[in-house]
């Protein structure tokens, strides 16, 4: 079946995710829905110092939104910030040092950040994929660590003060990769059988899309949305992906139009009128499986990756 998924997932990557999938998207993209004044609104923004990331907080900045990146690496996170102020004539830029795969330090770093800064909108970026299995110091599994456990530590922790913002967003910067695997509960971190980098990273793309589903129904306050930023050229898939990206990187789209949609959700009206916990691509809800795939979830399934996570979240909690 996987061989299935992973031939029909490709055929429609190379139609959809490339460069000229987006631009024959953009085609019906509504003028003016981006032409916001973010003054006064604070946005969050998880890996923003390169690729995607750092595309959003230009994009955000440049529209008078206060930005606050959290970063692994002080010194790319601050010459990324003065270049985004340099270029957007924003001062309200934020550097927060967290690496995203320690659990506790994401939780000191939400319980601090809450009691000095409001925050309109969250936007989980901040991604790894490992091709060799590796355990941080707290014993996680890394992709794990930082793409399923960081986002929801840093989601759960942030939610009592999202819910007392006006019109409060989370977006999470999932992939069409999570489309080639089914919900995998009962082994969130690949202890069995042989470890496949990018499997174990499609596999924390859809459990991030399946919390997006949870939370929009547990949360009715705050608009979720997860969504695909197709196959574009950045650092990251450069350096954990060589091969792909050799092969694809004249098809590759720009870091900005893979951040597009990113900024479209946590921006413009038109998002918010969307049903909260779709998933997006090129500004549109698509669907979350392929079609024969076999890759739906029980609730039950669900219903245990929030519980396992939940229980996992407290163990780490200060």
Same mark, same amino acid.
């Given at each position: ?130 091709? #060799?299995? =590796? ?9 794990? *660590?930082? $793409?399923?456990?960081?986002?929801? +530590? !840093? &989601? ?32 969130? #971190?690949? =202890? ?9 990273? *499609?596999? $924390?793309?859809?459990?991030?899309? +399946? !919390? &997006? ?45 893979? *951040? ?59």
């Amino acid at each position: 079946m996987s061989i299935y998924r992973n031939v029909v997932w490709f055929m429609k990557g190379l139609q959809e995710y490339t460069k000229s999938g987006y631009e024959a998207a953009a085609t019906r993209f509504a003028p003016g829905d981006m032409d916001v004044n973010l003054s006064g609104r604070s946005f969050m923004i998880t890996g923003g110092n390169s690729g995607i990331g750092k595309s959003a907080a230009l994009e955000i900045a440049s529209r008078g939104g206060t930005v606050h990146m959290v970063c692994r690496n002080k010194e790319r996170a601050e010459a990324a910030k003065t270049d985004i102020i340099e270029h957007s004539k924003n001062q309200n830029v934020h550097v927060h040092v967290v690496d995203m795969s320690r659990a506790r330090q994401v939780w000191e770093f939400a319980q601090r950040f809450t009691q000095n800064n409001n925050l309109h909108v969250l936007i989980n970026n901040a991604g790894c994929m490992v091709n #060799q299995r =590796e355990l941080t110091g707290e014993g996680l599994e890394k992709n794990f *660590a930082t $793409n399923t456990l960081g986002t929801y +530590i !840093l &989601t759960t922790a942030l939610i009592p003060a999202l819910k007392t913002a006006e019109d409060p967003r989370v977006i999470t910067v999932s992939s069409g990769g999570m489309l080639v695997q089914k919900l995998n509960v009962d082994d969130l #971190q690949f =202890e069995k059988g042989t470890f496949d980098g990018t499997m174990a990273y *499609a596999q $924390n793309k859809r459990q991030q899309v +399946i !919390l &997006t589903e949870r939370w929009a129904s547990q949360h009715k306050e705050i608009h979720f949305s997860s969504m695909h930023p197709g196959w574009a050229d950045t650092p990251a898939v450069q350096s954990s992906m060589p091969d792909f990206h050799t092969k694809m990187k004249d098809k590759l789209r720009t870091a900005a139009m893979g *951040a597009d949609t990113v900024v479209w959700l946590a921006v413009s009206a038109a998002a918010a009128k969307q049903p909260s916990g779709l998933f997006f691509q090129d500004r549109k809800a698509v669907a979350t499986h392929l079609p024969l795939a076999f890759s739906r979830s029980t609730p039950q399934e669900e219903e245990k990756l929030q519980a396992t996570l939940e229980q996992l979240a407290d163990k780490f909690k200060p």
